[in-house]
């Protein structure tokens, strides 16, 4: 408290603007009034017998007479020793007869001896001790305290003596200084400059006599005293006067970040049990987001969670922040993966509190995505707290591409105590800035600090006595939207929240790819299992809902943005691996029920090929082959008597899958054939594609390399007939650029200092044709790291394909440069527009080489042309003119010191295409990417199924269905598709599940529609511009 009251006055003489000199004058003297004793202490590490006595000799011991505090380094146990002379007067008061008491603060316990007496163990700010009842001038006390430090700096945060004499003077000067800081600050709310409050201030000051302590004279200085404090105080009444201070109690727990979960749940714990003992003594509504805390708890500490849920049915403790199952990063999370955070919060909250969540909480997010207005809205939560990425505007309305509208509030910060002098200041100016005449604070320390302490509780109590201030309340998030939403002409916002800490798109590289993958596998293994349903397989809803809970955790922001220590990846990643291998067992079993329903006769080995896709697709696919150890060519045909070149390398077969019917499947049956082996070098011409030297062709695209250099010189569009890059550029350039160190290196780009091509030294390490597919592989190296690309083109798909394989050893550190490695592509456009990936959307942005989040694809197109990059896992990327690059890896070091070390493989895509990203159905091409077809070797059979079969499909091109699924609380089927294009219209369902009606639903699976008949295997509804739709099929 001493301490806080020097800084205060301090502050004070700061802002005094010059004015009489006896306003300074009296304003220094109260400040001397209140200055705490200084001590001259000295110190030693270590366990020292007998450095309690008073004739314990000090004298080499280092010493430290700053007066404030200080460290005595990481040793566990240290000494303090000090020497008190009782004054006479302390500022013209006598102190004879005073109860003197000692009071300190060590980080993190002590022991406080009085001449030698043993007097009090303490923690942190609890040193106190009573060193005589009746204080005599002259008399000398040795003081001696014994520090423990348990982690850390060992410190002694504070000392002061108080005397009982002093207390009723201390008390009157600091209160006149206190009401002189609420009258400033009333004056610089209403106006800066000071003209209405000024020469008020300055007359109340005029009243304070602190020259009466000189002669003695102690009631006649507490007399003035108070007459200044009531007219300074009544400024601030006057200023404040309708203005509230909303506080929530709030404890940020980082799921995993610096430390293992283990010591999150113990965090957890101990914040929980803090707050509720805390409720029993204070009026304090707690709020606590992340439903896998109360998981967690439940699990882990039953009697804690019934507490818990008790304090909620009181209103002590507000779940309506309880939205998300982790506060996920929204600008990698998938849209879907978004939704069902949301649906196994709001599921969990509603079945154990009996209330549903309804104000999103993302205090600590590195940006947030555009579209997250709707999927909140449409989850049942209007509004968004968070601290990162504002407009300027502490609140506002922000609204989705679909026009969706949630209020949101951007509050400074989100960890910190209750400091009266802030709390006003803020509120005061929040009132002038928006209108609004409550003002949220939320306040705890977050992590390992506990969430609210008694302190903060303490000084909020005091707040509420005080008329100068705003008044202050309790209060749960969900009252404090309810008050101000209402209020009128808000700013709006359309667009995203962005940009900050833009290396964590691509730190810990191997976090984005598992999510990548288990968020791809997931949605296919429901899909199949949802399919499969009908033919007796059981869904595996559990199973389902745990792999769903792992990814969602993992994808909590620390965590999937790469800011995490090392460890916390290996628990991820084996995650990851579990929540793989789930949805693979699941998927098995669903096509192998389908499969043995299908009618697989015919000619040749059949091959049934599935596409999780609800369009037709003609795509690679890759399955063991029937002709194991052969190098030989292979015809696959279908139904239709069509016939396609296909290659069986090793135990390998590929071939080209043409019009696999959407969400469904098509039988192939393959043949092996009297050619010669295949090729793989030299000229070639297969079926579909060539290959010549280092150029190889398809039916839409003439790709050469340049072997020496590594890196495309030329692509040759043959459907619109025009070269894709202008003469002189090259595309699929690697590029290492140069890093500046910075500090919180996974977080943070260093400056670019530099950036190397890498050209030349390349080796062609294999060319590669034969039917259905053409490759140039080559190699590259940089220092201690290899990479080797393989550039494809596939019989049948307008696409280039470039396969990474990056042996990466590139450790980073702070005291020197790092590398990051990204790919170039260049394209001829002119002035093209810059779109980007989203979840459930995209977002235009300009081409200014800003690093910037996206996800499956970017493209830059003009009116008549243009060039997607497709990726199955990457997210950080920059677009510069008409060169777009897509970042790879990066050598962070803090706080994981060696993140990415180690092999890295990467799939990204061009797709040149004629018209704009719209025209070319970009968005279902990086879906194709990260959904590839699945194919499975299968014996003859009969069946009742025929040979190809579509279970759902939507014709219209601006369409993507991203779940079909169980529903989550009974045995009907949830589809889920989004309007991608910006074009409302009607929308056309075809299925053969066996489903008869259907009803619209939100993101929570809430019914909003009324259920209609499908009929004929068919039904149309209208979707709205970018809109994600939702409905539950039924079966009856």
Not at 15 to 39: C, G, N, W
């Amino acid at each position: 408290m001493a301490l806080r009251r020097v800084a205060l006055c301090a502050v004070i003489l700061c802002m005094l603007a010059p004015a009489a000199r006896s306003a300074t004058d009296k304003l220094a003297a109260l400040s001397d009034i209140i200055k705490p004793a200084h001590f001259q202490w000295r110190y030693k590490v270590g366990d020292i017998a007998n450095a309690q006595d008073p004739a314990f000799d000090d004298s080499k011991w280092e010493s430290d007479d700053t007066g404030g505090e200080f460290s005595w380094g990481e040793d566990p146990t240290a000494w303090l020793r000090t020497t008190i002379t009782v004054p006479e007067k302390i500022s013209g008061v006598s102190v004879a007869g005073s109860k003197v008491t000692f009071r300190c603060a060590v980080d993190d316990d002590g022991v406080i001896y009085v001449n030698g007496k043993e007097i009090s163990p303490f923690h942190w700010d609890q040193g106190s001790a009573v060193i005589t009842e009746n204080a005599v001038p002259g008399q000398k006390f040795a003081i001696a305290i014994k520090g423990i430090n348990t982690g850390g700096p060992g410190r002694l945060l504070s000392s002061s003596l108080e005397y009982s004499a002093l207390d009723s003077v201390r008390s009157a000067a600091a209160s006149v200084l206190d009401a002189y800081q609420g009258a400033l600050i009333a004056q610089d709310a209403t106006d800066p400059a000071g003209a209405p409050y000024s020469a008020r201030i300055a007359r109340a000051l005029d009243k304070v006599d602190p020259s009466a302590l000189e002669t003695g004279d102690v009631d006649a200085f507490l007399a003035s005293a108070a007459a200044s404090e009531a007219e300074l105080r009544a400024i601030g009444t006057e200023v404040s006067k309708g203005i509230t201070v909303s506080l929530i109690g709030h404890a940020h727990i980082d799921l995993a970040w610096l430390w293992l979960y283990p010591e999150t749940v113990d965090v957890c714990k101990n914040t929980f049990t803090t707050a509720c003992d805390l409720m029993d003594q204070y009026p304090l509504i707690f709020a606590q987001s992340q439903v896998a805390t109360y998981d967690e708890m439940k699990r882990s500490f039953p009697d804690l969670y019934a507490e818990i849920k008790e304090r909620a049915k009181r209103g002590q403790w507000d779940v309506s922040t309880a939205t998300m199952w982790s506060e996920g990063d929204t600008n990698m999370s998938s849209g879907e993966a978004l939704v069902r955070s949301l649906l196994l919060a709001n599921r969990f909250i509603k079945r154990e509190f009996g209330v549903e969540p309804t104000v999103g909480w993302l205090p600590d997010n590195f940006g947030h995505v555009w579209t997250l207005p709707q999927i909140f809205s449409k989850s049942g939560i209007d509004s968004i707290f968070f601290m990162r990425c504002g407009i300027g505007k502490p609140v506002f309305w922000w609204q989705a591409p679909d026009g969706s509208r949630i209020l949101a509030y951007n509050f400074p910060d989100y960890n910190g105590g209750i400091d009266g002098k802030a709390i006003a200041t803020s509120a005061l100016g929040f009132a002038k800035q928006t209108g609004i005449k409550d003002y949220l604070k939320p306040f705890g320390a977050g992590d390992h600090g506990g969430g609210p302490t008694r302190e903060m509780l303490d000084n909020a109590i005091a707040l509420q006595q005080r008329t100068d201030y705003p008044k202050v309340e309790f209060t749960s998030a969900r009252a404090y939207v309810d008050r101000i939403k209402s209020t009128p002409n808000l700013p709006v916002h359309a667009s995203d929240l962005q940009y900050v800490f833009e290396g964590c798109y691509t730190s810990h590289a191997d976090a984005k790819k598992d999510n990548r993958d288990c968020e791809n596998s997931l949605f296919a293994s429901e899909a199949f299992s949802s399919i499969a349903m009908g033919y007796g397989v059981p869904y595996p809803a559990a199973e389902f809902e745990h792999s769903w809970k792992r990814t969602c955790f993992n994808e909590f922001h620390d965590i999937l943005c790469g800011s995490g220590i090392h460890g916390v990846y290996d628990d991820t990643n084996r995650d990851h691996a579990n929540v793989v291998a789930q949805t693979k067992s699941a998927q098995d079993a669903a096509l192998k029920a389908i499969a043995a329903k299908v009618n697989t006769n015919g000619p040749g080995i059949p091959i049934v090929v599935f596409n999780p896709l609800a369009w037709t697709r003609t795509e690679p696919v890759t399955v063991g082959s029937p002709f194991p150890g052969q190098n030989t060519e292979v015809r696959i045909s279908d139904s239709s008597g069509k016939s396609y070149p296909g290659r069986t390398l090793g135990d390998k077969l590929s071939f080209t899958a043409r019009d696999v019917p959407a969400l469904g499947y098509k039988v192939f049956w393959a043949n092996r054939t009297a050619s010669s082996p295949i090729s793989r070098g030299g000229s070639r011409r297969g079926d579909g594609v060539t290959a010549d030297g280092a150029t190889i062709a398809n039916q839409f695209f003439r790709v050469t390399i340049d072997p020496k250099l590594g890196v495309i010189t030329s692509i040759y569009d043959k459907v619109n007939k025009r070269d894709v890059m202008a003469p002189g550029q090259s595309s699929d350039v690697l590029q290492i650029l140069t890093e500046a160190s910075t500090d919180m290196s996974a977080w943070t780009i260093g400056r670019i200092t530099g950036t190397q091509d890498l050209l030349g030294g390349s080796e062609v390490v294999r060319m590669d044709v034969g039917p259905a597919k053409a490759s140039v592989m080559f190699d590259h190296s940089y220092d201690k790291s290899m990479f080797t690309q393989e550039v494809i083109l596939y019989d049948g798909v307008p696409r280039i394909d470039i396969k990474l394989t990056a042996d990466w050893h590139q450790p980073g550190a702070e005291d020197k440069p790092s590398p990051m490695l990204k790919a170039a592509f260049s394209a001829d456009l002119k002035n093209p527009k810059a779109v980007f990936d989203i979840p459930f959307g995209s977002i235009e942005r300009p081409r200014d080489g800003h690093e910037v989040p996206a996800q499956k694809w970017i493209d830059i197109s003009d009116s008549d042309y243009g060039v997607s990059l497709l990726n199955d896992c990457k997210y950080g990327f920059d677009i510069k003119d008409n060169t777009m690059r897509i970042s790879l890896l990066r050598s962070s070091y803090d706080p994981d010191p060696n993140p990415d070390e180690g092999v890295h493989e990467v799939t990204y895509s061009l797709y040149p295409h004629a018209g704009d990203w719209r025209a070319a159905g970009t968005v279902r091409k990086g879906y194709e990417l990260n959904e590839p077809l699945v194919a499975r070797v299968v014996a003859r059979h009969a069946g009742t199924l025929p040979a190809s079969k579509s279970y759902v499909s939507v014709a219209q091109a601006n369409i993507t269905v991203t779940a079909l699924k169980k529903a989550a609380d009974d045995g009907n089927l949830i589809l889920r598709f989004y309007e991608s294009h910006g074009k409302a219209g009607d929308v056309t369902v075809r299925t053969s599940l066996p489903v008869k009606f259907y009803a619209e639903t939100d993101l929570m699976e809430r019914r909003i529609g009324p259920k209609r008949p499908i009929n004929n295997g068919a039904f149309t509804v209208k979707t709205g511009k970018h809109e994600i739709k939702t409905y539950k099929l039924f079966a009856d």
